[in-house]
């Protein structure tokens, strides 16, 4: 399998603080894709960054991709008590199907 | 901002019933796709749609499952006899050909 597991499962940071989770994945990718869940709402997608990326900004967000690690990290700086959710790595390996990881859950205190 | 809807956000079923699930995918979306998610659990690939035809199908989309896109804007999963076990959030998305894949809020089924 090519899913991406995250780590940590979970994560408890104060707010302002800044949150980083890692993802690891197994097979060559296209692309790979990280999603917000609030607790039993959809998933928002957050970022995109393509194989041949090494670094991606989005506002708050600093995604990294390492394909000789086969190894994502997302870091969100100067958290909030928003950013409080499950947050997930998926893998795009071929015609844009997803594989998902089990997601790391950050709870930002205030 | 373009979005991708479902209906309905809850449906409640008996064991053996037959489900539609809804989405309108974003309009200008060529790849459509379901998922589902098993609370506490990942979220899971069932099927992806490209061209009016199934492109790739997992285990778990058996002869129970098929999907449909009956007109320009509608994408639909249907479950023929539902199991105790298909109690899940089934989420429908669509991907442009820049490869963001965007989900729709979910629909949560729960069978009885």
């Known amino acids: 399998s090519q899913q991406g597991e995250e780590d940590p499962q979970a994560l408890s940071i104060q707010e302002g603080e800044n949150a980083t989770m890692n993802c690891s994945y197994k097979?060559?990718?296209?692309?790979l894709q990280w999603y917000r869940q609030n607790s039993g709402r959809g998933l928002v997608h957050l970022i995109l960054?393509?194989?041949?990326?090494r670094e991606k900004h989005s506002g708050r967000l600093r995604v990294t991709l390492d394909t000789s690690k086969k190894s994502s990290s997302l870091l969100i700086t100067a958290s909030r008590a928003a950013d409080t959710a499950s947050y997930f790595c998926?893998?795009?390996?071929?015609?844009?199907?997803?594989?998902f990881g089990a997601g790391t859950t950050v709870t930002v205190r205030a | 901002e373009p979005e991708v809807t479902q209906t309905p956000s809850h449906q409640v079923t008996q064991m053996g019933q037959e489900v539609i699930l809804r989405c309108v995918p974003i309009?200008?979306?060529?790849?459509f796709y379901w998922y589902r998610q098993i609370l506490g659990q990942k979220v899971e690939f069932l099927v992806s749609?490209?061209?009016?035809?199934?492109?790739?199908k997992s285990e778990i989309f058996d002869d129970q499952f098929s999907v449909e896109r009956p007109d320009g804007s509608n994408f639909t999963l249907k479950i023929r006899s539902t199991k105790l076990e298909d109690s899940a959030m089934y989420f429908c998305?669509?991907?442009?050909?820049?490869?963001?894949?965007?989900f729709g809020p979910g629909t949560r089924l729960t069978v009885t």
């Open positions: 998305a669509s991907t442009g050909l820049a490869g963001e894949q965007y």
């Open positions: 097979t060559s990718i296209n692309n």
């Open positions: 749609f490209y061209n009016n035809e199934i492109s790739e």
């Open positions: 960054i393509r194989s041949n990326e």
């Open positions: 998926a893998t795009d390996a071929s015609d844009y199907k997803l594989s």
């Open positions: 309009s200008n979306h060529l790849y």
